[in-house]
Nanobody
């Protein structure tokens, strides 16, 4: 399974951006997720989605500002990011997990300027 993330860029604080993650194949049992890694920091969890039920979960730092959704027909997961803050600056990665097997996208940079 290959994951392709895109949609990153530069945005001012308070602005919005949407990332997308398109998979070469999706199976209903997949758990999908977004992670991010800021310079000098460890990769951290942002949010997750169960593909079958579309249940979502978020880290406290983004809850209420970020929304994960999916488009079944396009095998694509989205991360809508609103009210962006400079501390949201990071490389964002999408990932899929299937019974212990993990697949990762290549990452896309999001830079939020104050």
């Amino acid at each position: 399974v290959q994951l392709q993330a895109c949609g990153g860029g530069s945005v001012q604080a308070g602005g919005s951006a949407r990332l997308s993650c398109t998979a070469s194949a999706i199976f209903s049992q997949y758990h999908m997720g977004w992670f991010r890694q800021a310079p000098g920091k460890d990769r951290e969890f942002v949010g997750a989605l169960t593909w079958r039920e579309a249940n979502t979960d978020y880290d406290d730092s983004v809850r209420g500002r970020f929304t994960i959704s999916r488009d079944n027909a396009k095998n694509t997961m989205y991360l809508q990011m609103n009210s962006l803050r400079p501390e949201d600056t990071a490389v964002y990665y999408c990932a899929a997990e299937d019974y212990g097997l993990e697949y990762w996208g290549q990452g896309t940079q999001v830079t939020v300027s104050s």
